[in-house]
C-alpha cells in the first residue's frame, strides 16, 4: 500500500472534509524540464489504465517526441496518509506482548497497536512522517480520479477542495478570490521550493474521499502490511 504526506494544516482539512484534491509532481520531471513544450493529448491517452500521452511540439521529428507517463495513483486505490509519530512504549512479554504504544503529535493522541510480525525493529523515538508504516496509519483516502493539468490552470473551486479556509485572512488583499489564489500559491512554494509557482509545471491532480474505519481495515487487509 502506497502513502502520501500531507502538511499538518491537510491532514485537519482532510478530516474535516475540506480538503478533497490535491497535486503532486510524481513522474512529471522529464516534461518538467521545459513544461511549455508539452501538451497533454488527452484523446490519445487511456485514462482508465492511467497512461497519459503528451507531446512535445518542439521535437516532432523524433520518436522522443510523445512520452506515455503513468500517474502514480491510481483511480480506487487506497492510499494511508503518512504522519509524524512516535513510538513510546513496547511490551514484550504478557498478553500483550508485540504491542506498540504510538503517539500522533498532530492532537496528542496515543493508541496501543499489535505489531505485525515481518516488521522486526522497534525504536522507541520521534518518528518523521515519511518512515510512517500503513499498520500506524490513522487516516486512509480513495482516489477517485487523477487527471494532468498545468499548476496555474486550477479554478477557485479546485483551491476551495485543496483545504483553503473559508476566510484566508493571512494576506492585504482585496478580494476573497485574490486571496485563495495567494493561499494556494504560497502552500505550493512552500511544499514545493524546487518547483514553484511561477514555473507552472504539469501536475497531476487528484480527487479523493476519507475512507472510513471499517474499509480501511478491510483494504490494510487485502493488500498487506507495510
Known sequence: M??????????EAIRKGRKTVTRRLHNLGEINKEPDKWFYLEGSSLVESERFTFFNEGDYSKSSSTIVIKSHFKVGEIVYIKEAHSFVDYQLSGEWQ??????????????????????????????????MPA??????????????????????????????????????????????????????????????????????VYSFIKVDKLVKIEEVKNNGIV
Not at 504510538?102 to 515519511?130: A, C, F
Not at 477517485?144 to 479554478?155: F, M, V
Request: positive net charge; charged residues 20%; proline residues 9%.
Open 135 to 204: 499498520w500506524v496509519a490513522r487516516y486512509f483516502i480513495k482516489i477517485l480520479g487523477s487527471r494532468p493539468e498545468r499548476l496555474q490552470e486550477i479554478s477557485q473551486n479546485d483551491i476551495i477542495s485543496e483545504g483553503c479556509p473559508e476566510f484566508p485572512h493571512l494576506f492585504n488583499i482585496d478580494t476573497l478570490n485574490e486571496a485563495r489564489f495567494t493561499w494556494y500559491r504560497v502552500l505550493w512554494d512552500a511544499i514545493n521550493p524546487k518547483q514553484k509557482w511561477n514555473t507552472n509545471p504539469f501536475v497531476w
Open 98 to 131: 508485540g504491542y506498540v504504544k504510538v503517539e500522533y503529535p498532530l492532537d496528542g493522541i496515543t493508541q496501543w497497536l499489535k505489531k505485525p510480525p515481518n516488521y522486526n525493529l522497534i525504536v522507541l523515538s520521534k518518528r518523521s512522517p515519511m518512515f
Open 2 to 11: 502506497k502513502g502520501i504526506l500531507f502538511k499538518p494544516a491537510m491532514i
